[in-house]
């Protein structure tokens, strides 16, 4: 029988509800069982894909063409789930399609409400998780308890765990430790009162972690015990790691949380091998021996969650080479108005993101000329491609004007062009090409070689394509197609030869980054960018995964 564990967040928000939740994944996988991991999200919106970058940080794409919350990719860096169509719920898509069976007849002679119909279609998603192979379902709720529009979910999830029997459903909830400076204490009473609404609702949470600058004292967790109900060994400790959040499931182990869980859920223990993510963490804590920097030139680099999956990766391909990743974040707007070289001097390596809209274009076409020029390792990604694209057709092809019709409708040279099937779409919500696509990888380029392998499967998630009458033109000057759709019509990767490391993609390999197992083109980018700064030597290794 699939058991389920609930993880609610109370205080404040943004307390890593999602890491940790993905950290209680990676503890359980570690005993040798199948998880899976979903996010309730209580916001309206019906497609995630629709929000900006700053309300909700990065679009995370699921192998499946989801367009999810950020959360998603936590889960999926920490553990080896799959997160299919159902990892993630809104409000928006419960009440969607509550609606739609209410105008269908379903529930003819019924008055629709929140309780029992919304409730009992969250219970419904919930349910959909519950793959025969399953051993345990994490559902991780968005937003913080008391929240008017979470309601519905803590009465949903609340039945639940009456439904299936306490044995089999478990409550998770992090809360936060304020520590105040002038009196110097850390302090119980907003975990106690976050703790007090949700047994208002009716859940008594059967663990709390409690985020913490300070380090807890064990008058502390006493005092939680017994305000909030649970047993001392049930109040653990999650205090700011020092080096990486990968440290966060060790630390959670340590308090045994892991055997806390199983003990609850009646599953009993396995050996619990966790060997390959303690390497990787013993060498994020003290090997970290060189250090670079990537430039990233993007339009939402205030936002660190708006690229949030990039620089995990490039903090993964670190890592697998003993190397600290520092992130020098320049605004394509500032290039625009300050100039290439002013901004990007120094640059180790530049990396040029995907992104929506024309604010910023101009600024990352001069930076990717820059990298071009300079002979600086470069690495585009999704709209990053297209810009290099429309930097090689203007300044190596001369093409005036060249751009994506996205951005000039008018332009003489269209390099960038929409797909003919795009060209019928009116509703902007999950209609763009999403989600894993199979690329035939090129044999002699720099993409095989750091692929190591003819076929790959990359997630994607944008409009726009490469226009392929420009084709010719390009590899005539010089440019190299080196991925394409097996049947040869769409480009996917973009790169040029005669430069040390110029690499573009149209998908988005950051999707497909672990700590534990880098994707090869960032592995092989850091590389570049220690080349570059004469810190590696050029060994042409590109194949080797090298140690850490
Ligand atoms: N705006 C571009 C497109 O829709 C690129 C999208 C992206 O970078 N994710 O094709």
């Not at 943004?14 to 005993?31: N, P, Q």
């Not at 509550?98 to 309780?115: F, N």
């Not at 060997?275 to 339009?299: F, N, P, R, Y």
């Not at 999707?511 to 980018?525: A, G, I, K, N, Y």
């Amino acid at each position: 029988m699939t058991k389920y564990i609930f993880v609610t967040g109370g205080v404040v928000s943004s307390l890593g509800k999602g890491l940790t939740a993905g950290a209680v994944g990676l503890l359980l996988e570690s005993h040798g069982l199948k998880i899976a991991l979903q996010k309730l999200d209580p916001y309206i919106n019906v497609d995630p894909g629709t929000m900006s970058p700053y309300q909700h940080g990065e679009v995370y794409v699921t192998e499946d063409g989801t367009e999810t919350d950020l959360d998603l990719g936590h889960y999926e860096r920490f553990t080896n789930a799959k997160l299919p169509r159902d990892s993630n719920y809104t409000t928006g898509q419960i009440y969607n399609e509550v609606i739609s069976k209410a105008r269908r007849g379903d529930y003819l002679g019924s008055t629709v409400q929140v309780i029992p119909h919304i409730t009992d279609e969250i219970k419904r998603c919930i349910e959909n998780m519950d793959d025969e192979d399953v051993d345990v379902v994490i559902s991780e709720l968005g937003g913080t308890v008391g929240d008017i529009e979470g309601q519905p979910f803590l009465e949903a999830i609340r039945q639940f765990g009456l439904e299936k029997g306490r044995d089999n459903v478990m409550f998770i909830h992090l809360t936060l430790l304020p520590y105040l400076n002038a009196s110097g204490e850390v302090k119980t009473k907003p975990t106690q009162h976050s703790v007090g609404k949700l047994r208002e609702i009716g859940i008594i949470p059967d663990i709390l972690i409690c985020r913490t600058e300070q380090a807890m004292e064990e008058e502390h967790r006493t005092k939680i015990a017994l305000f909030c109900n649970v047993p001392v060994e049930a109040v653990i400790e999650e205090q700011d790691v020092e080096h990486s959040i990968y440290e966060v499931p060790l630390v959670l182990r340590e308090q045994k949380l892991d055997s806390q869980i199983l003990k609850h859920l009646g599953i009993p223990e396995g050996d619990g091998d966790l060997s390959e993510w303690t390497a990787m963490v013993d060498t994020v804590c003290h090997h970290l021996s060189h250090v670079t920097e990537v430039t990233i030139v993007g339009k939402y680099i205030e936002l660190h969650d708006a690229y949030k999956s990039i620089y995990e990766a490039l903090t993964h391909a670190g890592i697998t080479h003993n190397t600290k990743v520092n992130f020098r974040k320049v605004s394509s707007e500032e290039v625009e108005k300050e100039g290439a070289e002013k901004l990007l001097e120094g640059s180790k390596a530049i990396l040029v993101p995907g992104g929506f809209g024309d604010r910023g274009i101009e600024g990352k076409i001069s930076a990717i000329r820059y990298a071009r020029e300079n002979a600086i390792p470069f690495f585009g990604i999704c709209l990053g491609m297209q810009c290099a694209c429309i930097e090689f057709g203007r300044n190596i092809l001369g093409l005036e004007g060249a751009h994506s019709s996205e951005f000039d409708k008018e332009t003489p040279h269209p390099v960038i062009d929409l797909m003919e099937e795009q060209n019928e779409v009116t509703q902007k919500g999950g209609t763009m090409r999403l989600g894993a696509y199979p690329c035939e990888v090129m044999d002699g380029t720099r993409a095989r070689k750091t692929y190591g392998q003819a076929m790959v499967h990359e997630r994607h998630r944008h409009r726009y394509e490469f226009n392929n009458s420009y084709r010719d033109q390009f590899q005539e000057a010089g440019g190299v197609f080196s991925g394409l759709s097996p049947d040869g019509n769409l480009v996917e990767i973009f790169e040029l030869p005669n430069h040390p490391w110029f690499v573009s993609c149209q998908f988005h390999p950051e999707f497909q980054s672990r700590p534990v197992s880098t994707h090869p083109l960032f592995r092989e980018f850091v590389r570049a960018s220690l080349v570059y700064a004469g810190v590696l030597e050029n060994d042409n290794s590109a194949q080797k995964q090298p140690a850490g």
